[in-house]
């Protein structure tokens, strides 16, 4: 992908504030560069996340560099300028912005596109015991867990088990499940000492059926090639509590846990009640037809943060993309004192890989597909997103290492060793805001109801 230097914006031109350099973030400055803004883009990383594919650094199969592109570049090439920063408060009378290091800086127009963070629905002790998969971070903690556990269990003596558990069966949880179950074929070589029979991945789900957005034959296909490759599928399960080392369902069972996943859920992050908006459904902020958020003419939300009442769409990267090119499109609108349009998404399609050779693909006007070539327009799609000619080229040499070299055990990358991996899972981490590309299965789109995970549109 090859930009263009726009020229540097005019001093009359309107200021504008993204903040998020997640997916949705990301395309309001491109769209924002062509018109001419001046705009500056906050973010509390200097890095962009492709999250997509953090469930393959998660577990081993990637680096994180793989999936992180340096957000002054991009702004930079956008005519922008970048602020390193944490957005705390919002004063929409003198329309001004506070960050968490105090600087403040004043907008004509301010884009919201901070993604979001995981929700979980008030059960005991899943935000103490649990790992999500939001973040690089995540990601990262993820991955030393699963490799320290599994170093561990090597020397533990052959009356031990590793036990993992993943919370929600929409598309994050399906490809992690297929993943670490693909584990189960670089034991041999990288790890010899372990009986595999002593390994074993669950996928919880409340739901009757995976990845609920798709159509049955998809959702039973997934199912059936998890169950293929060793994944323990519990459907309509319902979790009343996430102990250390222990998740409790409704109906009594106790499943052993060394590590839970939780992808089941997505909520606004905490520091939006105090941003002075209205609020609808797990803390989103409520916009308009336009995606002007309730009650303000100068502030848009964009991405999986924005919630239309009457009209709620998919959190999908798809979703992000178009709604923050539609607000950069409105912000020129305004400010050439034209009336805002209301936002249309254009429907491409969703995909899920389960692993190897395996993915499922819905099209919104073209054919389902499963199977191998289902799995072959997934990984394009995917190398063809990443944000660098640099992570296109290194992430298809890192997951054609992985699938090519895998019972070998050469897709194995190594991961430090966190202190306390013999104690409690949880590995706790400031959230950092990003939206997506590829994938999002949230609400509406979750087949637990409560939103997660990544399937990418299929175009």
Known sequence: ?????????????????????????????????????????????????????????????????????????????????????????????????????????????????????AAFYNIPGAAENTIGLYTRRDALALRNQIMSRLERLGVGGPDKDLNFVIVGGGATGVELAGALAELHAALDAAYPDIDKAKVHTRLVEMAPELLGPFEHPLRDYTRRQLLERGVDVRLSAKIREVLPGRVLLEDGEDLPSDVTVWAAGVAGPTAVSHWSLTQGRGGRIMVGPDLRAVGQDRIFAVGDISLIEDHPLPQLAAVAIQSGRHAGRQVARLAAGLPTEPFRYHDKGTMATIGRRSAVVELAHGPRMRGTLAWLAWLGLHLVMLLGNRNRLSALINLAWRYVSWRGGGGLIAADDPPGVAGAARVVQPPEPAGELVTRQGPPGAGSGAAEGHDAPAA
Not at 15 to 29: D, H, K, S, W, Y
Request: aromatic fraction near 8%.
């Open 1 to 117: 992908m090859r930009w263009r230097r726009v020229p540097r914006p005019k001093a009359e031109a309107p200021r504008v504030v993204v903040v998020g350099a997640g997916f949705g973030g990301l395309a309001a400055v491109a769209e924002l560069g062509r018109a001419g803004a001046q705009v500056i883009l906050i973010d509390q990383n200097s890095y962009s996340t492709f999250q997509p594919l953090l469930y393959q650094v998660a577990t081993a199969g990637l680096n994180p560099g793989d999936v992180a592109f340096p957000v002054r570049v991009y702004a930079h090439k956008h005519g922008a300028r970048f602020r390193l920063g944490e957005l705390t408060s919002i004063d929409t009378t003198a329309r001004r912005i506070t960050l968490a290091d105090g600087g403040q800086l004043d907008y004509d127009y301010l884009i919201l596109a901070t993604g979001v963070s």
